[in-house]
């Protein structure tokens, strides 16, 4: 737009070129420029300030989009990669999961062991046994299953009178 010649300095017959050559856009705004330069001279400078402004705003916010882009990009790549790798891990680590009845008794007596004997080696053996049994639970719990160890269970395994 800035590098257009004003339309009141040009023939009309490079006028018409310029909008039969040019974009529907670029006509647009050569006959916009038209109407608007027949009632200001083209030496105003109000208008070359204002045009300067609109050159120097347009400039810094491509230099803006362009670098919100290639950070963006660069992020989103490693995000992705990221996400391959947890995805990766999450499926082994739900593999090992799903075959955790196989070494049952080696992870609730290890727990058991690590637990109580941190426990064990900060706060005495009192604690650290209270802490390997709490421990010993949670894994076979974890591992097993809980039962439904409710007070009134034990009614169902009483077989009934009839």
Not at 45 to 68: D, G, M, R, Y
Not at 88 to 117: D, F, K, M, P, W
Request: glycine share 8%.
């Amino acid at each position: 737009m800035t590098d257009q010649m004003p339309a009141e300095n040009t023939s009309p017959q490079v006028q018409d070129e310029v909008a039969a050559s040019g974009s529907a856009s670029s006509s647009t705004t050569t006959t916009t420029s038209t109407s608007s330069n027949n009632n200001k001279s083209s030496n105003d400078p109000l208008l070359e300030s204002i045009k300067q402004c609109v050159s120097i705003t347009n400039s810094t916010l491509a230099i803006f989009e362009e670098a919100t882009y290639h950070t963006s990009s660069s992020f989103v790549s490693r995000l992705r990669e990221l996400a391959k790798q947890g995805r990766y891990i999450a499926t082994r680590a739900n593999a090992y999961y799903e075959q955790r009845g196989q070494y049952g008794a080696l992870a609730v007596a290890g727990s058991a062991a690590v637990v109580g004997g941190v426990v064990a080696l900060r706060m005495g053996k009192a604690p650290g046994a209270v802490a390997a049994s709490v421990a010993g639970a949670a894994a076979y719990g974890n591992i097993y299953g809980y039962e439904d160890y409710s007070a009134t269970s034990w009614r169902r395994s009483v077989p009934k009178k009839e």
